[in-house]
């Protein structure tokens, strides 16, 4: 798999969400304005939720656009070939009934990504499975905290 076109579909999938993001709170914005969401009395709380929305739906928007700005910031690094599992490893490892492929990066963990036909899920050093793999190469093994022992395929 090449690496540099999975990190384009992972900066892609990136954008899409902060659009979507801002759209949503933008959304939000606008009917927690809108006539019709005018409080009937004290109780109703439609147009204060939906303000509340509006702001958490900005909040994820600045998160994944500085997501996206660490990504190009480290982009040199991360697309550095790597020999064993460490920050911008592009890797894939046998769970015994599934072969996964991963992406270690410092941001935008949990997102998974079709690349090449594949699913591919970042993880960052904050995941436990990146504590298990930190430094392993091709060929290593490794046992996960609920006993299912894996091996590290192929580093990139």
Not at 7 to 34: P, W
Not at 134 to 147: I, Q
Request: net charge negative; proline share 2%.
């Amino acid at each position: 798999m090449n690496k540099s076109d999975f990190f384009q579909s992972l900066l892609a999938v990136l954008r899409d969400e902060v659009q979507h993001a801002i759209q949503a709170s933008k959304d939000a914005a606008e009917y927690a304005t809108n006539e019709e969401s005018k409080a009937d009395s004290q109780w109703d709380t439609q147009g204060l939720e939906a303000s509340y929305l509006a702001a958490g739906q900005a909040g994820q928007a600045r998160q994944w656009a500085a997501a996206i700005e660490s990504l190009q910031s480290d982009r040199e690094d991360l697309l550095k070939p790597k020999v064993q599992i460490a920050l911008g490893a592009l890797f894939s490892c046998d769970f015994g009934d599934s072969v996964e492929h991963f992406f270690f990066a410092g941001t935008a963990g949990g997102q998974t990504i079709e690349s090449e036909g594949v699913a591919v899920t970042v993880i960052t050093a904050q995941s436990p499975l990146a504590g298990r793999l930190l430094g392993r190469k091709s060929g290593e093994s490794f046992r996960m905290p609920n006993g299912t022992l894996g091996q590290v395929l192929t580093v990139a």
